[in-house]
C-alpha cells in the first residue's frame, strides 16, 4: 500500500471517490477534512501546508491518499500535533475506506500505519474516538490495541422535531 499526500493531478480519483460514497447514500467523506466543500485546489494547497505548518484549529497533520497498486482505497488522516483541547474532541486519526473495498482488512492496515507515524513523531499514545453504532471502526481500533476509556453522550439534532442520542467510544493506544 502506499500513502501520500493529494497534488492537483489526484482530482479526477477523487471525484470518482466523492461519487462512489455519494452513490452509496453516503453524504459525508470521512478524514477528508472539507474536501467536498472548498474549491480543489485550495483543498490541495490546505492540506500540502498544513503537514509543515500548523493552523490553529488543527495542529499540523497528514492527509494521506491510501492506494493500492494505483486504486485509491481511503483516506487517512493523521493529527499528530493536535491541540490538547481538541485531542478528546476529535482524536488523533481519522479514515475512510470507500465503499467498494471495505471488509478487505485495509482500515486495519491503515491504522497500523498511522500508529507507526504517531510513534515516529515522538507520541506516547493515541486517542481515537468513533460512534458507538461503528462496529467497524471499534473493531479496527481494537484490532490494534485500542483500550477503551471512556463513553460520552452527544445530542445530534436531524430535524427540528427529532434528536438522537449518538454514544461517543473513546479508546487509548499506547505507542
Ligand atoms: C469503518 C471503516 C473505516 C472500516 O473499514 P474496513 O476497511 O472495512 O475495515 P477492516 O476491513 O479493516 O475491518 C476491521 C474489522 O471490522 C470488521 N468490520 C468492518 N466493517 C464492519 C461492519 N460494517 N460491521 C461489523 N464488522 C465490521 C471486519 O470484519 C474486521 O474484523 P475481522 O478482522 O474480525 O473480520 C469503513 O467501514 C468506513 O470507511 N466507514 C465510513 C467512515 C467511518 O466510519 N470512518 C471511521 C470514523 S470513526
Known amino acids: 500500500m502506499n500513502y501520500r499526500l493529494p497534488t492537483l493531478d ?12 455519494y452513490s452509496n447514500q453516503e453524504k459525508s467523506i470521512s478524514a477528508s477534512l472539507g474536501l467536498t466543500n472548498m474549491k480543489y485546489k485550495d ?36 493529527r499528530f500535533d493536535l491541540p490538547d483541547k481538541l485531542k478528546e474532541l476529535y482524536g488523533n486519526i481519522g479514515y475512510g475506506v470507500r465503499p467498494s473495498e471495505r471488509r478487505k482488512g ?4 491503515m491504522l497500523k500505519y498511522a500508529l507507526q ?11 481515537l474516538g468513533c460512534y458507538e453504532y461503528n462496529y467497524g471502526s471499534n473493531k479496527t481500533i481494537i484490532k490494534n490495541g485500542g ?29
Open 43 to 78: 483543498w490541495v494547497e490546505k492540506v500540502n501546508r498544513n503537514s509543515e505548518k500548523a493552523d490553529d484549529e488543527w495542529g499540523k497533520y497528514y492527509l494521506y491518499l491510501v492506494f493500492d497498486e494505483n486504486r485509491l482505497v481511503g483516506l487517512l488522516n493523521i
Open 106 to 109: 485495509y482500515a486495519t492496515k
Open 10 to 21: 489526484d482530482y479526477e480519483i477523487l471525484k470518482d471517490y466523492v461519487i462512489e460514497h
Open 147 to 175: 483500550v477503551l476509556y471512556k463513553t460520552i453522550s452527544a445530542e445530534k439534532k436531524i430535524s427540528d422535531e427529532w434528536t438522537i442520542v449518538l454514544k461517543d467510544n473513546f479508546y487509548k493506544i499506547k505507542l
Open 117 to 127: 507515524v504517531c510513534k515516529e513523531k515522538q507520541m506516547k499514545e493515541a486517542i
